[in-house]
């Protein structure tokens, strides 16, 4: 099959390219300078010139501090583009990347797909009206994502890219990391989200709202101190470079699974895919 993938340059764009070639698809991988989303012409004429069968839609500005800077090209990016590409292929299966952002994560109880949006920033908000018009289609998946993180020797691997990066740029710097003792969120390996993305394309999952998440019982410092751990750290090291933080207000962020697994797909928990990421146990 034909797939187009936008974004395929970004994090986890590319992991989803990789992934859809690996399971024998055609990608249509098209950079930013080839195509951009935000240009009707542009957008239309790669529609005529590639003719995809299908789209997957991961394209977008998604650290929350840029869309809160400048909102104007935020909602350009996360909504316009995306309203486009839904009249572009308004017949063709259709994924979209979408975010826990979308959660209110002071309700402190479990979010379900049925929990009512109420993002508390301008991301998030970008990310509903980008559901709104992909749940027109007849066959879109609208997958909420949580806060993905990668390997340390993955290409893309930077210190803001998930916990894992965080937690060795604070082993390699010095800087310590805040972590709240009452918070909780759920984080998931790039390439599990990868894996998630390729079965809803070939037909695994029935179409409709999906919380693709690992799940996780440890508390935001808790996970920290698993993680810096995994990574080596010393118990010294671990008193110096996590700061457990009592401070913070409550929190929970925690996309529940439930609907992806009784389809059968479930994904391995945060302990396991940290290790798997780090190679201590088979991916």
Known sequence: ????????????????????????????????????????????????????????????????????????????????????????????????????????????????????????????????????????????????????FSAPQEPGFTKSTGILAVAQNALQTGTPVHAGMCSRRYFTWCWDTARVVQLAREGRLLPGVYNVASRNDKTDAQAYAFVFRALGASEEALGRLLLADAVFLPRSLTPEPDKLEKQGIVLPDFTQSVLRALGRVEA
């Not at 004429?45 to 650290?63: S, T, Y």
């Not at 800077?69 to 292929?89: G, I, K, S, Y």
């Open 1 to 148: 099959m034909r797939i187009l993938v936008t974004g395929a340059g970004g994090f986890l764009g590319s992991r989803c390219t990789e992934q859809l070639r690996r399971a024998g698809h055609t990608v249509i991988a098209p950079s930013h300078a080839q195509c951009d989303w935000t240009d009707e012409r542009q957008a239309a004429a790669l529609f005529e010139r590639e003719a995809p069968e299908a789209v997957v839609h991961a394209a977008a500005i998604a650290d929350i501090g840029a869309c809160d800077r400048n909102r104007d090209l935020a909602f350009a990016v996360n909504v316009e583009a995306t309203q486009r590409l839904c009249r572009l292929a308004e017949n063709l299966p259709f994924v979209f990347i979408s975010s826990d952002q979308v959660y209110n994560p002071m309700l402190c109880r479990p979010l379900t797909e049925e929990t009512p949006c109420d993002p508390q920033n301008f991301y998030g908000r970008t990310k509903v009206l980008g559901e709104e018009a992909v749940q027109k289609l007849s066959r879109s998946f609208c997958l909420r994502i949580t806060w993905q």
